[in-house]
Each structure stands twice: as C-alpha cells, then as structure tokens.
C-alpha cells in the first residue's frame, strides 16, 4: 500500500508545530533563568535603581511567567517579537533585513557542497586506492577537521596577499549605490534590477565566504557518497545491468548516483545544524551583516527579545530544511512510500 | 566437435587475493551445441559459476585467464576487441541470473532497467528504435515470460513486485534480443518451491519454442533432471564426469557424483532415517494461537488459530512457504512473541537461569559475529549460566566433541570454517545452555547437498545422546520427509494439514500439500510418477499467482 506522499508531509508539518512550541518554551525558560538583567543592561550602569523597575515594569518582567509566556508566543504568532534593545528597533524588522542574506550565504554552501562533494565521492569511489582517492580522502578528511573560521581567515589572508582586487569583507562594494531589492537576497535582486554588475559584485562577495562555510560539510558528504557507491558497487543489480552490457558510465552515474544518493542526502539535514552554528562564525569574519552576526550581537548585549527570536528561527532553519530532506528522500527513494503499509 | 555453439576447452582460471594465487578453474573443456540443454553441476566451490563468468565476461578483477579458449559459433571470445565482445552480450547469448531480492535497484522502475538493457543493446547492433517501439517490444517480451499485465510490471518498483515475477523478469530481460544461448545461473533457488517449479517449466518452454541452447548452472539435481540432456559435473575446478542426464542420474561412473545423488534425500521409498522415535507427554502445547501485526488500516494477521503440541523427544516439522507464518509460530511457541490472542502453555519448567529452547537460525555466516572467534561466540551463553574460568573451558571442550569438531577449532574465526563446520558451532552455541528442545529454522538451508547430510545426521545423533526435542521449520519438504516425525502444513497463517510424516506423503489431504509436494524436484522418474496429482483449478486455488 502505497502511502500519498502529501499524507507524510502533512504529518511533518503537524510535528514540526510541536516541536517550535517546544522550542519557544525553552528560550523562554532559558532567557528568564540565566543571570543578569535586561533592564539594568538596557539603561547602562548610569540608571537609576527607578528607572531600571519602571522600565521592568513596562518590559512586563513582573507579570507571573505563564502570562509572560502566553502573552510572548501571541506575539510571536503574530510576528512581534518586541523591541531589540540594542537596535531600538522592532525584532522583527531587523530579522526582515539580515535573514535573507544568511540564507543566500547558507543555500550557496549547500550548492558548493553538493556540487563539489557529490562528484568527488563519485571519483574517490570509482577510482578506488589509486590516486584520485588518496587525494580526495585527504582532501576530504582536511575539511571535516579543520574548524571553519581556520579557513575563513585563511582565505580572506591568502586573498588580500596574493589578490588584493578581490573583496573579502561585506556583501556588495559600496561605490555600486544598491540598496537592495525585494526579496533581499543580492543575487536575485541584482537581476530583477537588470544590474549585472551587482550580480557580479555579489556573486565576489559570496564565494570565499560560502566556500569556507561549505567546506566541512564537503568532506562529510564525500565520505558518505565514496562509502555509498563502494557499497552498492557489489550489489548483484550492478551485475545485472553489466551482464547486458550497459555501458559503465550508465550504470555509475545513472544507477549508482541515485541510489548512493540518499545517504548524504540524509546525512545533509543533520549537517544542517553545525552549518547554522558554523554560519555564526563566518558571518563575523567576513562581516557579513548577516542574521547569525545580529544573533551574536543580540547575545553579547543580552538582548532578550532578539536572543529568543534568533534562536526560533535558527530552529525554524533546522526544521525546514529536514523538512525538504525528507520530502526529498522520498522522491528519491520508492520504498520509503510504502512504509506503513505491507 | 565443429557445430558446437559453445565451446570450452582447456579453461584454467586462477584468483589472486591478498598476493596469494589460487587456481578455480583446472582445464575445463566442455561444449553446448545449438538447442543443447547442459547442466553445470557442482558444490560451493566447484567453479561453475566461474565458469559462467568467464564466458560472459563478468569475472571480478581478481580473476586472471590463464590458458584455454572459448569458442562462440567458431569464433574465440577470450581475444576479441573488447567492443565486439560486448556486442555479443544479450545477443549471442544472455544470462538469467538468480533473484535474491536484489538483481535490480530498487530506486529504479523495472521499466527502466529493461529499457536501458534495449536501448544500449540496440545501439551496439545499430538498430534504432524510438521509446514507444521499444516499450511495445518489451511488453511483448514480458507477456512471452507470462506476465500477464506488462504495463504494470514495467510501471513497478523492484520491491513492489513478488520474488517469482522479478524472476520472470529476469528471464525476459534474457529473451530481449533473441539470443542463441541462454545461460542460466541457479533461477529459483531463493523462491519457493512451487514458483522454482513454475520458472523451470517456463524456462523449459522457452527454450523449446525459440530453440536456444541452456546451460543451466545449478547445485540442485532435481532441477538438473528436469532442465538437462547432458550434464557436467565439477568439484574443485575440475570436470569430474560428463554424460547424458540420465545415465549419470541413474548410473554415475565416478565416486563423486554417486555421493552426491545419495546426500540428496528420497521423496519416496525408505527414508534415509530409521531412528526410533519416542512420543512421550506434551512439552509444549499452544492453543489457538493469533499473531495481528500492525495497527488499523495496515492491520495483517500473519497467523490465524494455530492449535498445536509439541510432545517430548519428537522431531516436529512445520513446514510452509515464506511468508505462511511459520517462524512466527515457532517464535510464539518459544516464548519470543506474545500471540494477540491464544496461549502457549509450557508443561515443563526448566531449571532455574536455563532456557527451555534454543534455536539454530539458517546462515550461520551471519548467526556468527565474523569478529568473534569460535571459543568467544559459545562463551556468551556459558558466561550467562554463570560459568567460570576452568570450568566454563571444559565445556567448550565438551560442545566441541559434542558437535563432532577438534577442540583446536576454538581459536578459529568464523571465516576460517566452511559452512557445515559453522552450522556446528551454531549448534554449539545452541546447546551450550543445555535446552530441553532446539528450534531448527531451516538448519540446511544454506548448506550444499552433501553437507546437509552430514548435519543432518549431527543432529539425529545429538537428539539420541541428548534427548532432545526437535521442531524444525522448513520449506524442504523431501527433507522433512526424511527427518521428522510427524508435520504440520502451514498456508496464509493457517495450518492446512497434520499428521504423521508418513501418512501425509502417502496420502496428502489438501491441495497445497499436493502441490507443496508436487513441486519438488526429484532425481528419479519413478519418484516423478508417484507424486500426488494437483489439478489445475486446485494449484491456482492454494498458490500465489506469479503472473499478474
């Protein structure tokens, strides 16, 4: 018995309402027990113990923690997140502007990853202990140990030594007079304003800093796809096809590819995480001005209300992004449709 | 012998693994001449597949050629251009491989797969042929293996087709270019036997009908029987006897092939064991048993009030195809799943710590852990039992002389040993704990005919000094015509017939026992003339279909 595949996606979804309830009651919980005080950090050391309780009162830091909560999430719900007490803005407005630039950054690293990963585990595993897979391992195994921001700085130094021309810091050269579009991501943007040079200054921008934030889970994944393929190599459908006569090259990167797919495919979505903190790091870096940088921003001033905003939608990342894995996963595989059944 | 189709001669084949070279093949010479049935006869080990790999031209890297040549109407395949070589692939001759659930990927359509095999093969031969010409040929290949709605089949996914159809499949993918030679590597041997039965007589008909030549490479001599004009027998890598099938089935000039059709156990006339049996008190008893799996819309019942008793010192054998819910039987009987409904009644305890039963799975290559050595995989029961130093040693010494093994096999892995000694070990394991019955899930399955026998005779003798109780799941029917003392025929969860082992062959009741019986590959005509009659009507009846 087949299983409708939107029946599963409903039920992702319904499961994925749940576990952001369970992700807000936590920030909740966890920006009201650690130590320091919103208010008095808000006014700086100058204020006056008054002040500090009128503006605790007005923050509605004395209401009892249920009401807090209830009164929170209807915010939330909403689309208010309250002021940022850094920024002095609404949360929200400053989420509108720095996300999507931490998704563009994001989305290029995961097509950076697939793009290079796939193919070199492809290669590694077709030409087993030659050469080509003694490079690609190493190259592989150097990208899963080395932390991330070694390679940003490496990057951004070997860059400004050897190509000063080249931009290592920012989004887009300022001297363009851009200031972005609707859908906030540069790329996109930059085409719908027919600027090509915007395009080609973006795309600049975004290389090093998507490459170094790709770069672990390019070994990952390589490792997964070479360890994939190498298994399903001696499966007896290999034999099948080859005894007839299929060409090679068919059977490597038609049957093969696809079955050996699914793995780093899965492996993807939980790589998800460490990109998201990972992205954190970069964005500092490479002064991206991106979400993740507000985040830590927000976190160093104690910010509450943009501290629980970002991580909701660091988690809302996470979640959507295991959602297309999923969805994904069970396009590519037919036997994950029949489960359930028998 | 110019006319031949194929022919081997002096073939020497030699693997080379981890720097050491070992010769499988020894001057092999043999031929199939156009509309030839031959058999290539052999155990694990014997080369034949080898042999088939090395005419197709599927041998793994490891395998070198050393010497010989092989001749396809005239012409040496072994020093062709690869390119040309490749072109006799599904067209001068094809392969119809064996289906143990994994001959095709399971992401892919079946149609994919037979489309890429014709389009690829088309391309060689210079043919072209748009999608829709060629997804009409292929249907009309699919209805020549009878499957009745090609569409569907071509629009299914491996895992959504049954093991008979894929096999039927597999023999169309073989039949695409309307090869000379067909070259069969053991079809049916993971399926049922009624579907084996049914894939022999289609490949039988196909090959009448289309007069290709069959080199059918099997370890089964009922299928040799009743697929084979002449037969070639190996061991070892070297041709042992070669005759027309029923000279060697009825008088066999060497020792070897003699053994071999003596391990294989009669269907009829004296049973290979004359053991008394003792039918003592009930031991264990289970009272309309019902096994539900699943909840609500995906609810199965693999199981539907099954009655049985297992008396003390019998060997109990229930028998039934995949699927019919005999191991869940055994595992409620034992105690490892509750039944839904029913109950297990046991009317012997044992003493404090032991088990009552233990059981003997099929594979002992993966019953073993590879990683553990003889001496660590029988300590885990004895450690359990709470069994020290000195004297947890000389029960390992114990079980070793029990299962007939040199106690110097304990520091041996489990790769180091050949089937039949792993299948020791595993019984070993299982009476380390000194369990009052043994549960024997297909305890031979894995193992080649004259290996069988000799486990076969182990256990009888164990039964004897031990006094156990036996009760063996099986779908080998002549076996357990040999070995049991009284069956059980399970159908869809349902036991159709019981009784003493004797009076169900000599007069089998329901139709599928018929059947069951029926489909058994027998080395005797005399056997063939006296299976039971199954009509038609009662075949498709008690039978999965494997057609539509």
Redesign the interface.
């Known amino acids: 018995?087949q299983q409708h595949p939107m029946v599963a996606i409903l039920r992702r979804l319904g499961a994925f309402i749940l576990v952001l309830v369970a992700l807000s009651v936590m920030i909740f919980i966890l920006a009201r027990v650690v130590p320091g005080d919103p208010a008095r950090m808000a006014l700086g050391p100058a204020a006056s113990q008054a002040q500090v309780a009128q503006l605790r009162a007005e923050m509605g830091m004395n209401d009892p923690l249920l009401s807090q909560y209830l009164h929170y999430a209807w915010n939330a719900v909403h689309g208010d997140f309250g002021m940022s007490l850094v920024s002095q803005r609404p949360v929200t407005q400053d989420l509108a502007e720095t996300v999507p630039a931490t998704v563009e950054l994001v989305l290029a690293s995961v097509i950076f990853m697939f793009a290079v990963a796939i193919p070199l585990g492809v290669l590694t595993a077709q030409y087993r202990d030659r050469w080509v897979d003694v490079l690609g391992r190493l190259i592989s195994l150097t990208g899963v140990t080395i932390p991330s921001f070694l390679v940003a700085i490496s990057l951004q130094l070997l860059a400004a030594r050897f190509w000063p021309s080249w931009p290592i810091l920012g989004r887009l050269d300022h001297g363009l007079n851009f200031h972005g579009g609707p859908t906030g991501f540069m790329l996109i943007d930059g085409v719908l304003a027919w600027r090509w040079d915007v395009v080609a200054s973006a795309a600049q921008h975004l290389i090093l800093p998507a490459f170094a934030l790709s770069i672990a889970g390019i070994g990952q994944i390589t490792r997964i796809t070479r360890a994939a393929m190498l298994e399903n190599q001696r499966?007896?459908?290999v034999?099948?096809?080859?005894?007839?006569?299929?060409?090679e090259r068919?059977i490597v990167f038609?049957?093969l590819l696809?079955?050996s797919s699914?793995a780093p495919v899965t492996i993807m979505g939980l790589e998800f995480a460490s990109l998201i903190g990972n992205a954190f790091v970069i964005e500092m870096i490479f002064s991206w001005g991106g979400f993740a940088s507000y985040g830590l921003e927000a976190i160093l001033h104690k910010d509450l209300n943009a501290v629980s905003a970002v991580v909701l939608v660091s988690g809302l990342f996470f979640i959507v992004a295991n959602l297309i894995v999923d969805v994904v996963i069970t396009l590519?595989?037919?036997?994950q449709r029949?489960k359930?059944?028998? | 012998m110019t006319d031949a189709l194929l022919q081997v001669e002096g073939l020497n084949v030699s693997f080379t693994t981890y720097g050491r070279t070992r010769q499988v093949l020894r001057d092999v010479s043999f031929s199939v001449a156009a509309g030839e049935r031959v058999a290539l006869i052999g155990e694990t080990g014997s080369g034949k597949s080898v042999t088939a790999k090395a005419i197709i031209g599927t041998l793994p890297n490891a395998a070198t050629i050393t010497g010989g040549a092989i001749r396809l109407e005239g012409r040496e395949v072994l020093h062709m251009p690869p390119g040309e070589r490749e072109a006799l692939k599904g067209t001068a001759f094809s392969l119809i491989m064996q289906d143990p659930l994994s001959s095709f990927n399971p992401v892919f359509l079946i149609g994919t797969h037979l489309d890429d095999v014709m389009r690829f093969a088309d391309r060689r031969r210079g043919v072209r042929a748009s999608r829709a010409e060629r997804r009409d040929r292929i249907a009309a290949v699919l209805r020549r293996v009878q499957l009745a709605d090609p569409e569907r089949v071509m629009n299914s996914y491996p895992s959504e087709l049954s093991g008979g159809m894929r096999q039927r499949v597999l023999i169309g993918l073989a039949l695409l270019h309307q090869p000379k030679l067909l070259i069969a590597d053991e079809p049916g041997t993971a399926l049922d036997v009624t579907t084996q039965d049914e894939i022999m007589n289609l490949i039988n008909q196909l090959v009448r009908e289309e007069g290709m030549a069959l080199l059918m490479i099997t370890h089964n001599l009922g299928v040799v029987r009743k697929v084979a004009d002449r037969v070639v027998v190996m061991h070892h890598g070297d041709i042992v006897e070669t005759g027309d099938c029923h000279r060697i089935l009825g008088a066999p000039a060497q020792d070897y092939t003699r053994a071999l059709i003596d391990a294989v156990p009669p269907l009829y006339g004296p049973r290979v064991t004359t053991q008394a049996l003792t039918e003592g008190a009930p031991i264990v008893e289970a009272g309309a048993l019902t096994k539900t799996f699943g909840r609500r819309r995906s609810e199965f019942t693999a199981v539907r009030e099954v009655s049985l008793t297992l008396r003390k010192g019998e060997i109990f054998g229930l028998a039934g195809e995949s699927g019919s819910g005999k191991t869940t039987v055994a595992r409620m009987m034992m105690g490892l799943l509750s039944p839904t409904t029913g109950q297990v009644t046991f009317h012997e305890t044992p003493a404090k710590g032991r088990p009552l039963a233990q059981i003997v799975y099929q594979n002992p290559g993966t019953s073993l852990n590879p990683k553990r050595t003889v001496a660590q995989s029988l300590s885990v029961p004895l450690k359990a039992l709470g069994k020290k130093g000195a004297v947890r040693q000389v029960r390992m010494q114990e079980l070793m002389a029990l299962v007939r093994l040199p106690v110097s096999y304990l520091g041996k892995y489990p790769h180091e040993l050949s089937g039949g000694q792993k299948q020791r070990v595993a019984i070993a394991r299982a009476l380390a704990a000194e369990p009052k019955i043994l549960i024997l899930d297909e305890p031979t399955a894995a193992l080649d005919v004259s290996v069988q026998k000799t486990v076969i005779d182990l256990l009888l003798q164990l039964r004897e000094e031990l006094g156990l109780t036996y009760f063996m799941i099986s779908h080998d029917l002549s076996l357990m015509r040999n070995f049991c003392s009284r069956i059980a025929v399970m159908l869809r969860g349902e036991i159709v017939e019981e009784g003493a082992t004797p009076d169900v062959f000599a007069a089998p009741e329901h139709p599928y026992t018929r059947a069951l019986i029926a489909a058994i590959p027998v080395i005797s005509d005399d056997e063939e003339r006296m299976k039971p009659a199954v009509t038609d009507e009662e075949r498709a009846r008690t039978l999965v279909a494997t057609t539509v």
């Not at chain 1, 590519?332 to 036997?335: E, K, Q």
Request: charged share 30%.
């Open positions: 018995m499966k007896d459908h034999l099948t096809l080859k005894s007839f006569g299929v060409p068919v038609r049957y696809k079955l699914i590519l595989d037919p036997r029949q359930g059944g028998r």
